[in-house]
Every structure is written in C-alpha cells, then in structure tokens.
C-alpha cells in the first residue's frame, strides 16, 4: 500500500531534550516537506527537500532540522524542544516538486512539550 | 503577502441538503488551487485540485469545486451532503516556482446532521 508513515504518532517530552520524529515514504517521490498544524493557523512548512541532499526551509523554520539521506527517509530534528514546538506534525511527499502535483500526507505527530 | 482564507470557522448543514465550504485566495501568477480533508486522528486526503481548464473540477465521494477568477474563488461544493463527510476541510494554494510550496487556510470544520 503506498503511504506515508511517521513515529511516534504520540510523544510527551520536556524542554531540552533532544527528539527526532521519523517520516518514510514508500512511492518513490522526490519532494518531501514537513508541516505543523496549529489552531486556526491551518498548516504551515517547516522544511521541505526536493531530492536527496537537497532540503530549505519553509515558513517557519527556528528551531528545527532536517535531513534527507535517503530518498524514502525525511525525519524531522528537534534538537532542543520548547513549549511552543507543541503541535500536530505532519510529514508529507509528492512526486516532483511542482507546485501543481497533489501531496500525500502522514497520519500525523502529536507532540506535546512540558 | 500571498494567503488563503475560509472565512467560516464551521459550516453546519443537515443531511441530504447542499454544502459549501467557501474558499478565498490571493496568490501571484496563475493559482493552482486544492481541497484537502481531514479526518479525525488522521492525515489530510487529497479531494480535488483546479490548474487550468474547466473551471468545475470534480473530485473525490462526490466533492466538486468552482474555480472564479474574477472573484478569487474556490469554493468546495456537494451536492447532497452525508453525516461522513463531516471533518475538517482545507483549501490551499500552490505557489508558481518547483518549491512545491502550499499555502494552506486555516480549515473548515463540516458537520452534518442527520
């Protein structure tokens, strides 16, 4: 079945301490972008990556990392979480990076921090 | 500043009868313009999406949308709405350039009552 996965789907930590929320597609696409979905704010890009090795940032960017090693991997980096990092986080691919192609979207991480 | 807009927070309608969910955005150069849904606890599901041509674009479970240029418009329109339809909708726009950028609104919650 081709689908977007992330882990965890659910994650409580504090302030400080390092996490990585993983993200993998199994379709084969190039574009991947990380988003987060806060109230009344509907979704907005945090990182997104054209192919491998190739990743920039999206609107709001501060306090997050990247990276894309591998073409099916896209995990998103916290490396020192605060309070408003809390959110929905969703990953999501396409299979280029025209601004026209449709995006497939994980389930979706929760992240909550104390 | 590029944005999309929905500029109803909630749309309550009974079974059976007409929905829309209305849809408004300001973007440069030509709009390519989607509805996403989302369901609870789940990722956003790719409905429909306007890039040229005729300016009623059928979609998915029924869902169509109509493009207005003259008006900036996208509304999502159903003709016979079913208490499953009732989640979270949302429109966004994609902006011109291979960043795969979407600029999402900030989300209709639809409830439909039996």
């Known amino acids: 079945e081709a689908q977007v996965t992330q882990n965890p789907r659910y994650l409580i930590t504090v302030t400080g301490k390092k996490l990585t929320v993983t993200c993998s597609q199994n379709m084969n696409h190039e574009y991947m972008s990380w988003y987060r979905q806060d109230p009344g704010l509907g979704l907005r890009q945090i990182y997104y990556s054209m192919n491998v090795e190739v990743t920039d940032k999206g609107d709001v960017p501060e306090g997050y990392k990247v990276s894309r090693k591998e073409k099916r991997n896209f995990p998103l980096i916290l490396e020192s979480p605060s309070p408003n990092q809390t959110s929905l986080y969703f990953c999501?691919?396409?299979?280029?990076?025209?601004?026209?192609?449709?995006?497939?979207f994980g389930p979706g991480t929760r992240l909550t921090v104390l | 500043a590029q944005s999309v807009a929905q500029p109803e927070d909630q749309v309550n309608v009974a079974e059976g009868n007409p929905l829309t969910v209305k849809c408004t955005y300001s973007?440069?150069?030509?709009?390519?313009l989607f509805w996403y849904v989302q369901y609870p606890n789940r990722g956003l599901q790719f409905l429909l999406k306007?890039?040229?041509?005729?300016?009623l674009v059928k979609g998915s479970y029924g869902f169509e949308a109509e493009f207005n240029k003259s008006q900036t418009s996208f509304h999502l329109k159903k003709p016979s709405a079913l208490v499953s339809d009732s989640a979270l909708y949302f429109c966004a726009a994609g902006i011109s350039g291979n960043t795969g950028k979407l600029i999402f609104g900030q989300g209709t919650t639809l409830q439909v009552k039996p």
């Open positions: 999501a691919s396409s299979s280029r990076s025209n601004s026209y192609n449709e995006q497939f």
């Open positions: 973007v440069s150069g030509n709009p390519y």
């Open positions: 306007y890039i040229t041509g005729d300016n």
